[in-house]
């Protein structure tokens, strides 16, 4: 995902010579997160969990379902690292359940 935008900065040389000539070199600024792809970062959603035992948890297999607090309506905190990033909600794509950012903090 690309959160910011790309910049282009534009220099002109003027190189002395027989006649006068204009060079013109464009630099783009390139995202940050592009240039270090293998950097490893850890994304967490808070999800309102009631009556959510320990045993519960060790039960869990795949398919399980767990009741959240969560209103479809609501909009729930995407953090990376531990800092909040923005807001998602849930979206279902085919079979999948996905979350989509709603809003940038």
Partial sequence: MNLA???AITEVEVKPSAGLQLVEKVQEQK???ESLPWLPCK???DIP????TVSDLLSLTRGS???TAYHQSSDLPLRVN???VGWTEFEVVGERLAVRLTDLS
């Fill in 31 to 33: 995202d940050p997160g």
């Fill in 65 to 67: 379902i767990v009741e």
């Fill in 43 to 45: 994304l967490a959603l």
């Fill in 49 to 52: 969990v009631v009556k959510f």
């Fill in 82 to 84: 531990g800092q909040l």
């Fill in 5 to 7: 935008a790309s910049t």
